[in-house]
Nanobody
């Protein structure tokens, strides 16, 4: 089992920034990927960014150039730096862990999920 704990959500005005963190604990492995997904009310959960154990990253087109995913391997922690936030970025953000190592934005790839952290961007 892998436990994921997110932090860093909050409320900001459009154009502002937030940094999300996700700490993984439990039975983590050396070949993995971690991702950030988001779900707005009445919408499907969508992949935002992912990173694998080699540092390969993938982003949703609408966040490219604004969001950056990174990791601190020694601490099993992944970050999502979100800049130039827009009202349409408002959602619950979830961290996810995939013990098979491919940095993709497919929800079905990920076995473990955090509880989520709310991000609200006002115009």
């Amino acid at each position: 089992q892998v436990q994921l704990v997110e932090s860093g959500g909050g409320s900001v005005q459009a154009g502002g920034s937030l940094r999300l963190s996700c700490a993984a604990s439990g039975y983590t492995v050396s070949i993995y990927s971690m991702g950030w997904f988001r779900q707005a009310p009445e919408k499907e959960r969508e992949g935002v960014a992912a990173i694998d154990y080699r540092g390969t990253t993938t982003y949703l087109d609408s966040v490219k150039g604004r969001f950056t995913i990174s990791q601190d391997n020694g601490k099993d922690t992944v970050f999502l730096q979100m800049n130039s936030l827009k009202p349409e970025d408002t959602a619950m953000y979830y961290c996810a862990y995939n013990p098979w190592g491919r940095a993709r934005l497919l929800r079905s790839d990920y076995n473990y999920w955090g509880q989520g952290t709310q991000v609200t961007v006002s115009s």
